[in-house]
């Protein structure tokens, strides 16, 4: 049953109480909800204390020799102190901005954007605070959420708040133009920063994994990663089909807040799909949602599923229930041929319960995380060895196989699976060397965001239009090299709407370059201050051009060694922060693991005012071509020509450009 929303007046008032004075009700599990797998914490006593004195101070005194002895419990059976009784009582969704107490427009927004990403129906784990990825959080813990609200509630435009990782240290004196939110997330000295330390500092209550868009308010549910991903299955497909059978098979695993897309990108991609995942109760959200046609959990059934499919020529998104490295070494033994397969399980958290070993039951192997981590560990490596074998197998016969940026390589290499080449290299690319890097990011094509701050549709349908009139007059004298994704960018927000990726706040994602971007924000912009739109908020994914630093996904296909660097994406966030971003973000973690990447974001709220046009020019400029300069330094021709044209359009843009060294002279090295 859908929760009522409260009334707006006590909504106020529950708001800018923030942490209630007495001890609300005691906490009840919600068990239509999906839970995050409980994991076993690996604090010594003494942490122990620490964390539990850690989670009292934010609690008045009085109630902490009832909350000591809840808190004691909640982290010896989650592994973690989510503070469950604090979880408020209303709903919590992305109203308009007007729904929201505040003196600060901006801050109105951020609160929209926090409750989007909390909704129960949109996070993976609501009442932990997780959005997606299985611990991308938005909050450690519920006193925190409850804290921001009341700042942000508070708030006028001379002040900033600042998250230390989900807490809010407080609002500190700034100016008009500064950020109103500064998220870091996850930010550790570099010798910390290993998944232990991550284990431990988590459950201290003193980090948190903020992912990409969860810690940074910015997820707009799956809309996003359906994009990316037919982006990414559409140019794969392209480049690397090898049939010539008119429909295609893609094969991939998850089926969990992002990876849950993969079907319903394949579909809109053309492509017949298997996608196969473990937990019930995620295939089952999805096929309720449409997105898979048919749920299917008999190896034979499936196979004369696909065959069917295949003879029909039936564009089908099939989900299966099982474990995927069955369904590699079913198709193969069938002999069924796969055009196009990644991997979409969890594996930036591969022993906490992101990725399931085989030949144990989803229930058995979320007990064994519990109660036998190593023998679980196990079991997830042998596993991969197992995947990696099939996987090689397929591709013998011409599967295109590429890494979809969860760690796969990375953890598969670490399982000593056959995955390396003799040369010491993967044996397979990650998508961003193949295809989206030099198609997409070295050209500073990314996802550009925007969200309707009045939740009226009627504002999104006026926003695709806008952005669809923007590209078809861009792409009339845009270079030719750009004009394949500007064309796949304009058929995208033509059919967006019939699509109906909508999931909460009224958003649309699209890929454009700097031209794009400054153009769709600039017309949004123009139509807020004539009165034909509410005030609009633009961001974008991390997954770009510039904002992440992450050597096995988005700069995978830089070669200079920089790829170990993550100066980019520091420079990036800062340089947003003084060119009008409303609120930013920088993270460890991200989509591939603690200590594998730092990601940064923005959001910036357009109101219709001469000082949004500044903004939005002069830092969406910045945040686009800071990560073209950068691949074009690494030596990638499509950026080196793209910052070229970038310089002749803005003659205040001065870049360091390589030269290129004759290959020739390494000869007698
Ligand atoms: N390339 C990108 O743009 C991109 C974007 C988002 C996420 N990611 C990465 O993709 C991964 C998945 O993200 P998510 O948000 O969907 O995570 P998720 O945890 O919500 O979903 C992963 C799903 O995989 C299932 N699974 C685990 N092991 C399995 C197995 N052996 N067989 C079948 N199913 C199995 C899990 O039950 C889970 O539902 C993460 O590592 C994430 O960082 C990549």
Redesign the pocket.
Known sequence: MKKKIMDKKTFFKLIKQGIPKELPPAPKKNPNLDHAPAKKHNLTVNEKKLALENALRYFPKKTHAKLIHEFSEELENTGKIYMFRYKPKYKITCRSIDEFPHKSSKAAAIMLMISNNLDNEIA?HPEELIT?????SVFQNWAQYLLTMKYLSVMTDNQTLVLYSGHPLGLFPSNENAPRVVVTNGMMIPNYSQPQHYNKFNALGVTQYG??TAGSFMYIGPQG?VH??TI?ILNAIRMKGKNNKKLKLFLS?????????QPKAAKIAGLLSVT????KK??EKRHSQGWVDVIISDLDELVVRVRKAQELNKIEAIGFN?????VWEKFYAENIFIDIASD??????PFD??????KMS?GEAVKLIKNDHIEFKKNVQR?LRE?VAIINKHVERGTYFFD????FLLEAKRAKAEILNNDGGFKYPS??QDIMGPLCFDYGFGPFRWICASSKDSDLEKTDKIAQKTLEKLIKSCEKEISLQMRDNIDWIKSAKKNKLVVGSKSRILYANSDGRIAIASAFNKAIKKGEIGPVIIGR?H?GVSGTDSPY?ETSNIYDGSQFTADMAMHNVIGDSFRGATWVSIHNG????WGEVINGGFGMVLDGSKEAEINLRDMLHWDVNNGIARRSWARNKGAISAIKTAMKKEKLLKVTLPNIVDKDLFKDF
């Open positions: 993976q997606y990825g299985g611990n991308g992912q990409m990663i990316g991903t990414t695993s998850g089926l969990g807040g992002m990876s849950g897309a196969v995942e473990v937990n995620a295939i099982g474990n995927i490295v069955d979409q399980t969890s594996l930036h958290n319960g992101g990725y399931f070993p085989n989803f596993t995947h979809y940026g969860n760690a998508y961003v994914d997954h996904r991200g989509g591939v693991g």
